[in-house]
């Protein structure tokens, strides 16, 4: 049974890039039986591999399926109940006649009241950078006026054109990009970050190399995972110090090979809100003639203008030779609407390992310098008006506000001593544990949930996390008053779960494959619009005891 496991390659463990890992192992490989164990003990983490099938032939056994699938329709009942809760009169089939204006005015008005109503609190950590004002009109107003033009035809729209090039030049100077300094707009963070890993693995190509390595914090967000996925590159991460939270730049050192084209660090990053050393990663590069990535999503236009703020946070930019690329989002603190991004290139030269071009098609020459090809111009139009609107004395003050309440919410809840503050957070956000046995920090979430707040909940370690805004920063000392609140209702235990406290709370003890299934089944409502309560057990049953994911109670199975 073992040796049948172990003849074909299982998924890396690595990472998810399947595909790309499959091919490396095989190249390093002999055909030999002792061959196929030393991958699957050294390359592939053959305990993991085994707890997956073992997990797979257990749920498969015919009495624990029957359960599984009883248990999950009241679980997808709640899903679906707490996921379309705010749903009204929905609409399957497409009207045999037209509604009239009237009509579909007021639902426009009925909905964008029901959901100020949720966004316009002051309690929710990052999502909402700025309240209503004058200058969310403006955008809506600009975004309003190009929102059809498309700059896939770049000739026939030149004011969107022109408006996209100055977002990305002007960037580009923050970041002191040179004359050769250049960029792209993209549609968020994960677009930027896969065009970047993109074109380090044509670069890799060109220099003979088949199977690229990237190396990343385990902090580096998700969707260097994503892109290693979808790009067939291999991913190494590393650990990050259990004290301090940052990863050791040595600790990447070690981890470069022949086959690693490039490195990444934050500036900050998701989870904790702290900073890679940047400056350490710089010269490394240039050492191993390797690229590195600066992740600025969330930084963006807070930190080019810390300097002035009085906070040194040292060099995370093209001041730094070895840094190649750089993400930076426009729809943050750029205060610019959903779906604006840029990234950064040292040079054109590299930029031009990110083009898509065909010169076959018989619909024509073809090229796009982003993964879309239709546009549209009206967020570029409304983040153009935003920069345009702010100025640098509007993204000073945007940056004093946010850095200073940073280090007063931070040094605020290190004074409580049931939490510990996750590092030493300078930019904009905040991520705190619990510090005493008798507060669950799951629960203390939820606790923090009823009052009202708009939370988020990471892992390893379990942590909140809230990130400053300018729409949540007058509402610090309510955030540090109702967490003291909330700790002494956590420390009586009888707190019940909410939201993703429940989630987290829930599978912080479950197998990773159990996790992952319940991440499907919670996709899959997202995107259906049909209730899940009619749909048939065998269309659900494969995917998750549920219920652990969503009730903080142990299975029976």
Known sequence: FFFLMIRRPPRSTQSRSSAASDVYKRQVSTQSTWGRLHIFVTKQNGIKYLKRRLYKAYTSF????????????????????????????????????????????????????????????????GCIYFPDNTLKELVRDFSREYIYDNLLHFDTFPSSRQMECEIVQITCDLFNGDKEGCGLLTSGGTES???????????????????????????????????AFYFG????????????????AEDMRRLINKNTIAMIGSFPNYPYGLVDPIE??????????????????????????????????GKYDFRLKGVTTISIDPHKYGLGPKGVSVLLFRNKKIRRYSFFKSTQWPGGYYATAVL?????????????????YLGKPGYLDQAKKILDGTHLLASKLAEIPEIKIIGEPNVCLVAFTSNSKKVD??????CIQK????????????????GLTLANIENVGLFVKDVKASIEEAKTGKVKALGVSKMYGASAS??????????????????????YTHLRAHETGRNLVCRLLLEKKKTTI
């Open 62 to 125: 015919p009495p624990v399926r029957k359960q599984i699938d009883k248990q999950l329709q009241k679980v997808l009942q709640d899903l679906d109940h707490d996921i379309n809760q705010h749903s009204t009169k929905k609409c399957f089939k497409l009207l045999d006649f037209g509604m009239k204006e009237e009509r579909l005015r007021q639902r426009l008005k009925e909905w964008v009241d029901r959901d100020r109503k949720l966004t316009s609190t002051g309690k929710i950590t």
């Open 233 to 248: 590159i291999i991913l190494r991460q590393v650990p990050v110090n259990s004290k301090t939270y940052l990863v050791d």
């Open 441 to 446: 920090i799951y629960q203390l979430g939820s």
């Open 451 to 466: 009052r009202g707040w708009s939370i988020l909940v990471c892992q390893n370690p379990p942590c909140i996390h809230f």
């Open 280 to 313: 350490e990663l710089s010269i490394i590069a240039q050492e191993y003639n390797i690229h590195l990535h600066v992740d600025a999503c969330l930084g963006s236009y807070i930190i080019p203008f810390a300097e002035e703020c009085g906070y040194d946070l």
């Open 510 to 531: 479950l197998p990773e494959n159990m996790v992952e299934e319940g991440l499907d089944v919670l996709l899959d409502c997202v995107n259906k619009p049909v209730s």
């Open 372 to 388: 879309g090809g239709s546009r549209s111009g009206g967020p570029i139009a409304g983040a153009w008006a935003a920069m345009m």
């Open 193 to 227: 970050i896969l065009i970047a890993l993109l074109t380090y693995r044509e670069l890799a190509r060109d220099r003979g190399i088949q199977y690229p390595e990237i190396i990343i914090p385990v902090t580096a967000h998700v969707a260097f995972e994503k892109a």
